[in-house]
């Protein structure tokens, strides 16, 4: 499902890292992002509990959280080189103590197993988008090539969900707008605590954790990295998601307007002090 990101990175590293060129505004946000990458297994313990009756898709649940972890497990390293500082094994227990995901369940809590899909899409279309914009923010060469081979592996796993949401909406047959209810609410919640925990655990050393604080840091930090044709891209995979035409009139005018709210809300978080 995914190639080995990490073996690849860390022959790059040895030679090429260039500390000069590391943002402190991204190195924060790449250490989140290794947080949450590394929490991989809880969300493959949820889907295998969701398709409990599909061993197919549990054990792609397995390679795909192998997968992330890999990711998360190669963003610290990236980190830790950046900051010798940064303890990723104690920052990460700090993440996982704090924050938990329900993965004892028998049904989706989308609704159906294709609104579970979907929303698998969506996170992998915002994982993609999310180190692409990296990609771009940075010169730092290791980073650079770290996330062209992440975003890469999230858009073959976008692929991959993709295709098994098809197959199983030719089951249940769930209608447009509940397709559309379903990728809507997930893109919401890409602005739920997950996130805002994450940067708090991984950058934030006194107090305890301020959702409106730490969401307002992170904001101000990932959305300014989002260029116009970038969010483009992102309206396409979502209407693709969904079964709407991609490209047209309606992702022109939804990228505009994304584009215009990802800066007016990292400018509005900047203005606050965050």
């Known amino acids: 499902m995914a190639e080995n990101v990490r073996l690849g990175a860390e022959r790059y590293c040895l030679g ?3 500390i000069g060129r590391v943002d402190s505004d991204l190195l924060k946000l790449v250490k989140a992002a290794s947080m949450v990458e590394r929490n991989a297994p809880h969300y493959a313990d949820y889907l295998s509990h969701v398709f409990h009756d599909n061993e197919a898709i549990q054990s792609l649940a397995k390679e ?7 990711h998360g497990e190669t963003l610290a390293r990236w980190a830790k080189m950046a900051d010798p500082d940064f303890d990723f094994d104690a920052r990460f227990k700090r993440y996982t103590d704090g924050f938990h995901i329900p993965t004892e369940v028998t049904k989706s809590i989308r609704g159906s197993l294709t609104g579970e899909l979907l929303a698998r899409c969506v ?8 180190y692409t914009a990296i990609r771009r923010g940075t010169t730092e060469p290791v ?5 062209t081979r992440i975003a890469a592996d999230e ?3 976008y692929k991959t969900f993709y295709e098994l ?5 030719e089951k249940e047959g769930i209608s447009l707008m509940d397709r559309i209810r379903v990728v809507a609410g997930r893109v919401i ?9 994450a940067y708090h655990a991984a950058n934030e050393n ?11 840091a992170y904001v101000r930090r990932a959305y300014r990295l989002y260029p116009l044709d970038l969010v483009e891209r992102i309206g396409a995979m979502l209407l693709k998601i969904v079964g709407l035409r991609p490209r047209g009139r309606l992702n022109r005018v939804m990228a505009r307007c994304g584009y215009r709210f990802l800066q007016w809300r990292s400018n509005q978080y900047a203005a606050k002090g965050y």
């Open 206 to 216: 006194k107090g305890r954790f301020n959702r409106a604080r730490s969401n307002g």
């Open 165 to 169: 949401s098809r197959q199983y909406l």
């Open 16 to 18: 090429k890292f260039d």
């Open 123 to 130: 996170v992998e279309t915002g994982t993609s988008s999310y």
């Open 155 to 157: 858009l073959r796993h």
């Open 64 to 70: 795909w959280a192998d997968a992330e972890m890999q």
């Open 143 to 147: 980073l650079h090539d770290l996330c």
């Open 189 to 197: 919640e890409s602005n739920d605590d997950e996130l805002a925990y």
